[in-house]
Structures are given as structure tokens and as C-alpha cells.
């Protein structure tokens, strides 16, 4: 049984279009199961067949129709998904098609869209960039609860300044989310945290990272080694920059038990 996305744009709005348009996915055999408005009035619908001959015989109909232009059929991607879920389909860069941009307004999306590549198998390596309290982390947290995963802070300050420097027990599961903050793990003078985040990142898991732009620099790592780059913002306009951050986090190294941090 395949699964298609099918998306239209109506040239000749009338009542009774989309019964009609039901209709005859209903004569050809093919199901919906799930039909919304997506972007700039188009309807996306997330249908199911037995025989994909179906689908190209409502293509080969629908281009004879007057009152629809067919836009888009093809297996769906977790963008089609997520269009149909939410109405809208989330925002992609242009010159790198690996960057997704959402707003702190469009949290739910975010964590939708996390919880997908969460649920995936395999390696996945996610760079999340932000200015401070704009949702970063909770982000992750639900996502990795939505995807019924346990997440495992690697470095972090969400609490307190944490560096990890070794894993007990299930930790080492291949099913966790690893969460590390790039800004902590590139000033921890700690080698022994940075073996374990050379370890996990030679597990084929999904790891998350923080601040990615900041991880990068004097590792071993790149950016190219990161395969989704997720951008949040309060608005549209706000610039992500990492002056003000790293202030943040050496005032909060320093309020830290008197100077003192943890690690454990």
C-alpha cells in the first residue's frame, strides 16, 4: 500500500469542489487520510492506495479540470507532513537546504518536527542556534518526550553548568538524545568530557547541539558534519549572535558555588 502527497491549487472556487474532488479519489480506490490548506491557498492531502496505477489515473484526470491545477504528487516528505499536521509548511533556506527557520510563536511546529527525526534510527547530527530564553532546550525536552525518548545532558546550564565527563548503565542506549551545549563543551578544559563527546558522536544515535557554530571551533568537527540546522527566533528580524552569550555563560561560570562548576 503506498502513500502519496498530493497537492492542488483551486482555479475555480465553487460549492461542492472538494466533495467532488473526494469523490473521485473515492471511485479510483485511493484514501484519504489527511486533507488540509496549506500554503498560499493551496489543499495538500496525505493519501493511501494499493495500486499506485490509481494515482497517476486521478493526475492524468485531474489535469483535464478547470476548477484545479495539481501541484505537487509525490511519495511524502516529512515537510508534506508536517504542512498537512499544521496548515503551513515550515520554513527552509534557500541557499542551504538543511537550515529550517521557526519562530518562538511556532513552538509546537518545532517540536513536531523534532519528534519526527527523533523517532528515525541511525546517526543524526542536529545544530539548533538561538539567543538566549527563546526555547531552545524545552524544545528538545518535548520533542524527546513526544518521541517517547530519554534525553541525556551532556553539557548543559539549564539548571546548572553541567559537563559530563562518563555514561552509567542505559545512558550508553542508542534510543537516548544527547544534548550538549556548544559554548560549554568548547570552553571545558575537561578531556575527559570531550572523549565521551567524541564517543557519542561516533554512535548512531541522534545528538543535539547547541550553539553548533560555536562547537565547531577548534574540533575536529565542521558544519558540514551536522545534517539539519535549526534556527529559533522571537522574530523574524532577530540577529543570532554569540557575544552577549558567551558574557552569559562566563558570569554564570563565575556564580557558579563561589567559581566552582560541576562535573560529574
Not at 479519489?25 to 496505477?53: C, F, S
Not at 501541484?71 to 538543511?98: M, N, S
Not at 565547531?216 to 557575544?243: A, C, G, K, N
Request: aromatic content about 8%; glycine content about 8%.
Amino acid at each position: 500500500m503506498g502513500e502519496w502527497y498530493v497537492e492542488y491549487e483551486v482555479q475555480i472556487n465553487r460549492p461542492g469542489l472538494l466533495g467532488d474532488i473526494a469523490s473521485l479519489l473515492g471511485m479510483l480506490r485511493v484514501n484519504i487520510v489527511t486533507i488540509n490548506g496549506v500554503d498560499g491557498g493551496h489543499r495538500g492531502m496525505l493519501v493511501r492506495t494499493e495500486n499506485d496505477d490509481q494515482i497517476k489515473r486521478f493526475e492524468l484526470i485531474a489535469s483535464t479540470m478547470e476548477t484545479i491545477q495539481v501541484k505537487k504528487i509525490r511519495e511524502p516528505k516529512l515537510r508534506d507532513i508536517l504542512a498537512v499536521r499544521h496548515g503551513r509548511y515550515i520554513q527552509r533556506d534557500v541557499d542551504d537546504r538543511k537550515t529550517f527557520r521557526f519562530l518562538r510563536s511556532d513552538l509546537g511546529v518545532l517540536v513536531d518536527f523534532m519528534a519526527e527525526l527523533f523517532k528515525q534510527d541511525g546517526h543524526k547530527l542536529i545544530g539548533i542556534r538561538g539567543m538566549p530564553r527563546v526555547g531552545k532546550t524545552e524544545s528538545v525536552v518535548a520533542a524527546s518526550v513526544c518521541a517517547n525518548k530519554k534525553w541525556i545532558f551532556l553539557s548543559s546550564t539549564m539548571i546548572k553548568q553541567t559537563v559530563r565527563s562518563n555514561l552509567a548503565g542505559d545512558e550508553f542506549s542508542s534510543d537516548n538524545i544527547f544534548i550538549l551545549d556548544g559554548i560549554v563543551t568548547r570552553k571545558s578544559g575537561d578531556e575527559r568530557h570531550m572523549q565521551l563527546v567524541r564517543e557519542m558522536m561516533r554512535m548512531p544515535t541522534i545528538k543535539v547541539v547547541e550553539h553548533p557554530d560555536m562547537f565547531v571551533q577548534h574540533s575536529e568537527y565542521d558544519m558540514e558534519d551536522f545534517d539539519y540546522i535549526i534556527e529559533l527566533r522571537t522574530d523574524p528580524d532577530q540577529e543570532i549572535t554569540y557575544e552577549m552569550m558567551e558574557k552569559n555563560h562566563m558570569m554564570s561560570d563565575s556564580g557558579q558555588m563561589g567559581g566552582f562548576g560541576f562535573s560529574f
